[in-house]
């Protein structure tokens, strides 16, 4: 996952999906893939190298088994 400082997502270990971060202060990622239809609602948290994603809302079950939970950083100091 690849997150552009203007909040474009790129994610591409997983297939092909298309995120957008939502205002900061509702700490929400509404994602979008060709794999399911229709989009997944996550609230997401960061704590230093960790960004954590729980679902709020998402009918894709192997979407929520492939996002939710804790993506740790592979990249320091960027």
Not at 4 to 10: H, I, L, R
Not at 35 to 57: D, E
């Amino acid at each position: 996952m690849v997150v552009s400082p203007g909040g474009k997502v790129e994610i591409n270990d997983i297939g092909l999906y298309h995120a957008r971060f939502s205002r900061i202060t509702t700490h929400r990622l509404s994602i979008s893939g060709v794999s399911c239809s229709g989009p997944g609602t996550y609230r997401w948290k960061v704590a230093s190298q960790l960004l954590k994603l729980k679902k709020i809302h998402d009918a894709c079950k192997g979407r929520v088994g492939q996002l939710a939970g804790t993506w740790v950083s592979n990249k320091h100091g960027t």
